[in-house]
């Protein structure tokens, strides 16, 4: 194809037609088969890792200074403080468009509609008569959500973020995000209003790992969080994977991705849009159209070359097509689930006869939109759903952010001692296979074992052995 931008994608076709069956019934197979044909961006966390481990210590370490000394390092700005006083907030709020005001608050609005419904409810259970055991669900205290700056700002990530650890009942959340030479070293302007929008108060002008270890480990500005979410760079998920353990994490976010599961109902045009706007994200996108239709691939590139010249960051979207993106031809539409299910996509698109049964045999995926007029650019912003998602192939363990990233699960016991003594013979029997005498003296200085002469309450003082419980 040609473009009048004079730079033309070059897409790399995968045919996968006419393989043997067998290869596409098991979700193993197809991956183990399919591995590195598939493209995808590589991220080398661990080398990450490396340079971002001396960062979090030091932070650790020397706490503001530290986060103020990385701050003008990395990002060019030297601040007395990293909390963003409250009059900017306030004025970034006054100064937004009317119309990006009514988007956000539209779109915070559909997200707390769909995180509410998320919230699981207490659950109570009588294993045995006299032994309730309840199930509840608690908030943490304090939230970190991590906004970035990257190439262009993201206030619909302080929604996504924000709404569901409001919905989850979080008391304290705290936003960073990157200053930006361009404003005075203060975040976005868009990013403060969306703050200021959502009733956030605590902002602090912090970008990259340094963001993470300063929630992570808290400074004399910025308390430690006992949770951080929120996408970033390859240092950002650095970070978390260091900082994992020490604080809760939503997940490890890389380069943004879409999957395009399409047959001959599909509109070529749909599916080039869709491909430029997940493209236009990064030069690391990727992209993959996974199609039963063997004319579709020639009638898309048609679709490029006339939508091309009118996109924006065209430069960037063709980077991203030329660099990790394909198209995947399959015999049938048993074949692409399996293909997809394989790739584990952040966003997958079913553009077919049937969408909605298609989408409901879907395993790996980390949100699925189903039908022609269910866009992924619907999810970043206004269907209410989450766009912080797995990528990577993670789909395939990690869900996309919600409610449960901000709650713990407390299980509540209460036993009464008529079945503490009936399921007594059971612990001694478990404690003793386990050589945990004190596990069993526990029970038994409650309810001694009368059926056996003079061993009413056993040798408490028995030291505890293996590993604790």
């Known amino acids: 194809m040609t473009s009048d931008s004079g730079a033309s994608p070059v897409t790399t076709r995968i045919d996968l037609r006419g393989r043997d069956a067998a290869l596409f019934t098991s979700p193993g197979h197809t991956r183990a088969a399919l591995d590195g044909q598939?493209?995808?961006?590589?991220l080398d966390v661990d080398h990450a890792v490396t340079q971002v481990r001396p960062v979090t210590e030091d932070i650790r370490v020397r706490g503001s200074a530290a986060?103020?000394?990385?701050?003008?390092?990395?990002d060019g700005v030297d601040l007395e403080r990293t909390r963003v006083p409250q009059a900017a907030i306030d004025d970034a709020l006054a100064a937004l468009d009317p119309q990006v005001r009514d988007a956000l608050q539209e779109a915070a609005r559909r997200a707390a509609v769909v995180h509410r419904a998320q919230l699981p409810e207490r659950r109570d259970t009588e294993p045995a008569p006299g032994l309730s055991v309840s199930t509840r669900f608690v908030p943490v205290q304090r939230a970190g959500v991590y906004v970035p700056g990257g190439l262009v700002a993201y206030p619909s990530s302080v929604v996504m973020n924000v709404v569901p650890a409001q919905a989850a009942g979080v008391t304290e959340i705290a936003v960073a995000s990157p200053p930006q030479r361009e404003f005075g070293g203060l975040p976005h302007p868009a990013v403060l209003a969306a703050c200021a929008l959502l009733g956030i108060t605590e902002v602090h002008a912090v970008g990259g790992a340094q963001a993470l270890a300063m929630f992570a480990y808290g400074t004399d500005e910025c308390a430690p969080a006992d949770v951080i979410t929120g996408p970033g760079?390859?240092?950002?998920?650095?970070?978390k994977r260091i900082l994992a353990g020490v604080v809760g994490i939503d997940g490890e976010n890389g380069p943004t991705e879409i999957a395009i599961i399409a047959d001959h109902t599909a509109d070529p045009a749909f599916v080039a849009a869709d491909l430029i706007g997940q493209a236009e994200h990064d030069e690391l996108a990727a992209c993959l159209l996974i199609t039963t239709d063997p004319d579709l691939p020639a009638r898309v590139d048609d679709e490029l070359a006339r939508q091309l010249p009118r996109t924006r960051h065209r430069e960037r979207v063709i980077a991203a097509l030329n660099g990790q993106a394909g198209y995947v031809l399959v015999?049938?539409?048993?074949?692409?689930?399996?293909?997809?299910?394989a790739w584990a996509p952040e966003h997958l698109e079913v553009q077919t006869e049937d969408a909605a049964k298609v989408a409901g045999q879907i395993r790996n995926a980390g949100a699925i939109f189903v039908g022609p007029y269910s866009p992924v650019s619907l999810g970043d912003y206004l269907a209410g759903s989450n766009h912080v998602l797995p990528t990577g192939g993670t789909a395939r363990h990690t869900s996309g952010l919600s409610v449960y990233p901000y709650l713990k699960v407390v299980n509540v016991i209460e036993c009464d001692r008529d079945s503490l003594a009936d399921v007594a013979p059971r612990v001694d029997a478990l404690g003793g296979a386990e050589d945990l005498a004190?596990?069993?003296?526990?029970?038994?200085?409650?309810?001694p074992n009368t059926s056996v002469p003079n061993t009413s309450v056993p040798n408490t003082s028995v030291p505890k052995t293996g590993s604790d419980r």
Request: glycine share 0%; hydrophobic share 60%; charged share 25%.
């Open 438 to 447: 004190a596990h069993v003296a526990a029970v038994r200085v409650r309810v």
């Open 233 to 239: 760079n390859v240092y950002v998920a650095a970070a």
């Open 67 to 74: 986060v103020r000394e990385y701050t003008l390092r990395f």
């Open 38 to 42: 598939l493209p995808r961006a590589a």
């Open 331 to 341: 015999d049938d539409i048993a074949a692409a689930r399996a293909v997809s299910d």
